[in-house]
């Protein structure tokens, strides 16, 4: 006989789901997830960008209620599909009322989907477009923490809002320079994995003041879910998963990445 999973838990300060796809969402129609991730107290979803043809989708999703958010940009696995055109597009959505950062934009050096050179190039270009609007970005690297470091500095000055690397899974290097630096770090179910201790390393080196929540739905969903597609309203359990590394109150943790969220995408 298969043991109960636990139910979601429900805290009575609410959360923000820093990271998701709602558009791969496939186990449920969308109208019931987002009712069911108001049942746990989130009070604001953003969905995230990643290719050319989600760009427009993000845009309609972010217009399903007033508390769903998106994103403009392109994943380094579509870099090589990056165009004048699609930057146009970006450039004409960034700073739209619904918009709140330009990502998922960054390097990944693990499935090297895209030639690095033109990584490079993309992502640079990208994060000038977040300069140029003035909007956070939403960054993702896997194994190219060394080049990620080397663009960012680039950018020091000009980058004024910073914003988050995502499903932190990096070295305490890039840690470190990006903590340094203003940035956020964004923490998901990998937190959860029995095998994940690296991640949970950098968990406890990085100040509350600069962590985020997020679930990247509809991959990496926490235990003890695990093995069923993701979900917005999974996120309590990766906000406790924090709490107990950390050995921090979890309300206290609830109530600060809840400002850190704000601070980052809603200033």
Not at 72 to 78: A, E, L, V
Not at 199 to 204: A, F, Q, S
């Amino acid at each position: 006989m298969s043991k109960k999973r636990r139910d979601i838990p429900v805290f009575d300060h609410p959360i923000i789901e820093t990271h998701c796809h709602l558009d791969y969402l496939k186990d449920r129609p969308l109208e019931e997830t987002l009712e069911q991730a108001r049942q746990v107290n989130i009070e604001k979803v953003i969905t995230i960008a990643v290719s050319p043809d989600n760009l427009a989708r993000v845009r309609e999703l972010s217009q399903l209620a007033p508390w769903v958010y998106g994103t403009q940009g392109i994943h380094p696995h579509d870099a090589e599909s990056y165009t004048d055109d699609v930057e146009a597009e970006i450039r004409r959505h960034a700073s739209d009322d619904k918009i709140v950062a330009v990502g998922e934009i960054g390097l990944d050096y693990f499935y090297d989907n895209a030639d690095r050179d033109v990584q490079k190039e993309v992502f640079r270009r990208q994060l000038q477009i977040a300069c140029d609007h003035d909007q956070p970005v939403v960054i993702h690297s896997r194994d190219a923490d060394d080049d990620t470091i080397t663009i960012l500095s680039e950018f020091e000055d000009t980058l004024k809002r910073r914003g988050v690397i995502h499903s932190f899974t990096s070295g305490p290097g890039l840690a470190k320079y990006a903590l340094d630096q203003g940035w956020c770090l964004g923490f998901n179910g990998i937190t959860t994995f029995n095998k994940a201790e690296n991640v949970r390393d950098i968990v406890r080196m990085a100040p509350i003041e600069q962590i985020l929540l997020e679930t990247d739905s509809p991959f990496l969903t926490p235990v003890p879910y695990r093995g069923r597609e993701n979900a917005p309203f999974y996120l309590p359990f990766v906000a406790e998963k924090i709490a107990e590394v950390k050995e921090l109150p979890l309300e206290q943790v609830i109530e600060q990445t809840y400002r850190n969220s704000l601070r980052t995408f809603f200033a």
